[in-house]
């Protein structure tokens, strides 16, 4: 196993590095934050240098580099508390797509970045299809949708939404379908979140009719279960990369700040208890990064352990935000709890990653069924 | 990044495989005389080393006349693993094989080289590691253990403790003070000295789990004379030898940090259906959740170990090599204590088990020594502040 960046990789995260210096610097982040930015135009950046197709096979209009590709790229978004729609489109939307239908001329337009597209999975029992409470009955007009999606990414303003919903009276992985829905079509209502880089919104599907030639798995049709966990698994090493690229950030500047941060006539930063502190957060950083790693490498490999790494990588990452976060606003005294400081925009975007898709205690409790732990 | 080695590499594993298979030492020999003390060398793991030593599979990175066959480091890396996998020890005696033989081959001369690190190779003799003192554990450099040059002689006074392995082992690699004037890094020197010499007296140290086991010792010098020779280096360059076997022990420490973590991990999980099954229902979540984390952490450190190997053997510096003393000992202790807790009352028995020379309670005891020795992990929290961080002193 060798999980250190070959020249290529390197390359590309150096590149995509600059890339977002150069588009989402910490003043358009501020902007998004202060509710006075665009973050179209990061996106249409994106487009331009064909990171929507970064991942996807080369049948399919990509660049064919795989998903380790793809998981660099979503540190980097962390790292930069950059906006935009590249996780949900590239890390949900396109997956889900890919998983559930194959290579089809709407996964070769997502690849070209003509179309944004998000999955609407989650509802209030939580991240597994399992959970879907949501329903599809079939009309002479389409399939007919009812229930409410819950914290969305981007659905507010996604193209393309693939809506998970059930077969009436069905009940964990049987009878679930998948549906896509134009977003215009959608009733949207945007959440207040600590993070808006990463907008939420929930979806209400009353009276939303799916044309049967845009219902892309019908209920009941086997296999789907699988295939969204499959997706699933790509979207949740995607949120975890991002999450470990967000406090990364968090590490570094907390410890810049306590080499020049001076009381007592010394640097905080020469202080026993802080050093030991800030120890720990490299740890939990490199340990979370690490998982991270070995997860894209599972996915892009195809190997069976993904399910369990993906999960690993989910729940290193959560709680390396939980430390990183806490510490680095501690360490940071009272400048770190301003709105002046930016150290709150990765803060904010780590603590998101980790909520999304699941976090640290909901892929530990996966992890125990896996594990053989638990029923 | 990849998930496999590439297939010369395979070839390595293979060929290693088939020579195990044919050569390693069977359950029932090391059953009957199991070592004791990290200074014993029973007769069958004599034998053993000396057949790793003569076939090039001691030290593969060595060329062969010191044991080994050129190997890379990532074939070295495939090698200790499958060792560990088949059970195997790769010696009994780590600390001559792993920093003592490699210290005097460095800084030895060829005598010293021919009579002490050689016969360590070959399996012949033990060695053990004379450092920490009552008054000098973390602190090594304020060590006061006394060798005063005397004609052609050593004479050297004074007490080492935690001295793993000095109730067997047949000579010490000694860190003593030969200039009490100098600043405290600048005095020190390194001395063989034979264990049977005339006034050592060993005093094996009782430790809280397995107390009829002591590896660790209390080693006292009184007018020991050692012939000059024995000086290992230049007099008063000790300090520089000191890094330079802490260097050798952590080459590939992390590697057995993460196999010892690796087989903790694949004990307890067998046992832990059944052990969740007899706790109250409510607390199963609980206590799975535990482990949870504890199988993270053994992936985590695997993960962990190869990002920070990969990079050095690409020649870049490997800031994650730091962290794995820390992380490995740690994990270690976490895990030793769950899994001692998921035997409800049973948690606090000890003595050997069906599976185990010892209960995990002993073990989790046991893991103490992970986590002080070799750098406690506050020291190691302080070299990673520091060091890596670079955070002012």
């Known amino acids: 196993m060798d999980l250190e960046f070959s020249e290529d990789e390197a390359a590309l995260r150096d590149n995509v590095r600059a890339v977002l210096a150069g588009i989402c610097p910490p003043a358009a982040v501020r902007a998004v934050f202060e509710g006075k930015g665009d973050p179209s135009s990061v996106w249409s950046r994106m487009v331009e240098l064909d990171w929507p197709g970064l991942g996807l096979p080369e049948e399919a209009g990509g660049l064919g580099m795989g998903y380790v590709a793809v998981a660099l790229v979503a540190e980097e978004l962390g790292r930069a508390v950059a906006p935009g729609a590249f996780l949900a489109t590239v890390t949900q939307f396109a997956p889900a797509l890919r998983e559930l239908a194959g290579p089809t001329d709407l996964l070769t337009r997502v690849a070209a970045g003509e179309v944004t597209g998000t999955v609407a999975l989650a509802e209030e029992g939580g991240w597994e299809p399992a959970a879907v409470v949501a329903t599809a009955r079939e009309t002479a007009d389409g399939w007919l949708l009812a229930g409410t999606k819950r914290a969305v990414l981007d659905g507010g303003t996604a193209d393309e939404v693939l809506v998970i919903a059930r077969a009436e009276g069905t009940r964990g992985d049987e009878g679930l379908g998948a549906f896509l829905v134009e977003g215009r079509g959608l009733a949207a209502t945007p959440r207040p979140v600590i993070d808006p880089t990463l907008p939420l919104a929930d979806l209400a599907l009353e009276g939303v009719v799916v044309p049967a030639g845009r219902a892309l798995v019908p209920p009941g049709a086997p296999g789907l279960a699988e295939a969204l966990e499959r997706a699933g698994q790509e979207a949740t090493v995607a949120l975890a990369a991002s999450t470990v690229g967000a406090c990364r950030v968090v590490f570094e500047r907390t410890v810049d700040y306590a080499k020049v941060r001076e009381q007592y006539g010394r640097p905080i930063g020469s202080f026993q208890a802080l050093k030991h502190r800030m120890a720990d957060m490299f740890l939990a950083v490199e340990r979370a990064t690490a998982l991270c790693y070995f997860a894209a490498l599972t996915i892009a490999e195809e190997d069976p352990r993904r399910a369990q790494a993906a999960s690993m990588a989910k729940a290193a990452a959560g709680e390396c935000q939980e430390l990183v976060a806490r510490d680095g606003l501690q360490l940071h005294g009272g400048i770190g709890v301003t709105w002046e400081n930016d150290l709150h925009f990765p803060v904010k975007r780590a603590i998101t990653g980790d909520t999304l898709y699941g976090n640290a205690v909901h892929h530990r409790a996966r992890l125990a069924r896996m594990l053989g732990l638990a029923a | ?393």
């Not at chain 2, 290693?16 to 990290?38: D, G, I, K, Q, Y």
């Not at chain 2, 062969?64 to 074939?75: C, H, K, L, Q, T």
């Not at chain 2, 450099?141 to 067997?168: M, P």
């Open chain 2, 1 to 393: 990044m990849r998930l496999t080695f590439g297939p010369e590499v395979e070839a390595f594993r293979q060929e290693f495989l088939a020579w195990l298979a044919e050569n390693r030492p069977s359950e029932e020999e090391m059953a009957a005389e199991p070592a004791v003390s990290s200074g014993h060398v029973p007769d069958w793991a004599g034998r053993w080393t000396r057949r790793m030593f003569d076939a090039g599979w001691l030290v593969p990175g060595w060329p062969p006349e010191r044991g080994g066959r050129n190997a890379g480091p990532v074939e070295t890396l495939v090698y200790l693993e499958e060792l560990t996998k088949a059970g195997v020890p790769r010696t009994t005696n780590p600390q001559g094989l792993g920093i003592i033989a490699p210290s005097i081959l460095d800084y030895g001369n060829e005598a010293q080289i021919r009579d002490y690190a050689m016969p360590v190779l070959r399996g012949e003799r033990a060695a053990c590691l004379g450092m920490s003192e009552p008054g000098a554990g973390s602190d090594l450099a304020s060590l006061s253990t006394r060798a005063v040059l005397d004609g052609d002689s050593f004479v050297i006074t004074g007490q080492k403790v935690w001295t793993s392995g000095a109730n067997y082992a047949d000579f010490c690699f000694l860190f003593c003070r030969t200039d009490p004037q100098a600043p405290k890094h600048k005095g020190i020197s390194v001395v063989l000295v034979d264990m049977a010499t005339p006034g050592i007296t060993v005093r094996p140290i009782a430790q809280i789990a397995r107390p009829e086991y002591p590896d660790l010792n209390e080693v006292f010098f009184s007018d020991v004379v050692v012939p000059k020779e024995n000086l290992v280096g230049r007099l008063n360059d000790g300090w520089a030898m000191a890094n330079g076997s802490l260097a050798h022990e952590r080459g590939m420490v992390w590697l057995s940090g993460v196999l010892g973590l690796e087989r903790q991990m694949a004990a307890v999980l067998p046992e832990a259906p059944a052990a969740l099954a007899r706790l109250a229902p409510a607390e199963r979540a609980v206590v799975a959740d535990g482990l949870v984390q504890s199988a993270i952490d053994a992936v985590a450190a695997r993960c962990l170990g190869y990002r920070g190997f990969a990079k050095l053997v690409r020649g870049g510096s490997a800031p994650e090599q730091a962290l794995m003393k820390l992380f490995t000992s740690e994990s270690n202790r976490r895990l030793a204590l769950r899994a001692a807790e998921l035997g409800g009352d049973r948690a606090v028995d000890i003595g050997a088990t069906p599976d185990s020379d010892e209960t995990w309670m002993e073990r989790y005891f046991i893991t103490f020594g992970g986590t002080i020795s070799a750098g406690s992990s506050e020291i190691q929290r302080n070299i990673i502040a520091e060091r890596v961080l670079g955070l002012p002193r």
